[in-house]
């Protein structure tokens, strides 16, 4: 699908504006405490023209035919881009964790490291996290390292989305 600028991305966006626009696909995850499974996933990066992106994700568990059989995790926030590529990004996960985290964009990748995590009484015990989003052959390929639940970091989660 084509991909156009916005007339009015605000100059520091423009290291993620490859983010812009609407995402789907499937993905992958694992983590010593839980099973592997497989899931959908849906990511949408908006902008209005300030220096920053309203980002929204939700996913869903499938079974081995791509088949839906329950929703899964949801996470909304704001990318926040600052000057020379440098990037804030501030999360609220449906789980009960919330995230701050920081990083750089270059060259069609954007790499993320927590600051900071809190979570609720409820929620699992996430302690630090890593991402990375690349754009490959126009495809949105992305992977989630976690430390928690008394687990050393480690990859998480992992998908290909295409834009739709």
Not at 35 to 54: I, K, M, N, S
Not at 94 to 120: D, Q, R
Not at 140 to 147: F, G, Q, R, V
């Amino acid at each position: 699908m084509p991909f156009e600028l916005p007339e009015n991305l605000h100059p520091n966006c423009g290291p993620v504006a490859w983010l812009l626009g609407r995402w789907g696909g499937r993905g992958h995850g694992d983590y010593p405490t839980i099973d592997a499974f497989e899931y959908g996933q849906e990511l949408v990066f908006t902008h209005d023209g300030r220096p920053f992106f309203h980002y929204f994700a939700r996913s869903w568990i499938v079974d081995a035919n791509g088949e839906k059989v329950r929703d899964a995790a949801q996470e909304a926030g704001f990318l926040r881009c600052r000057p020379n590529g440098e990037m804030e990004l501030l999360l609220s996960h449906s789980s009960g964790i919330s995230e701050i985290w920081y990083g750089k964009a270059e060259a069609g990748k954007l790499e993320l490291h927590t600051a900071g995590v809190s979570f609720t009484e409820s929620a699992k015990e996430v302690r630090s996290g890593k991402r990375l989003y690349g754009n490959v052959e126009s495809d949105l390929l992305y992977a989630y390292d976690m430390e928690a639940m008394g687990q050393p970091q480690q990859p998480h989660l992992w998908a290909r989305l295409v834009r739709q």
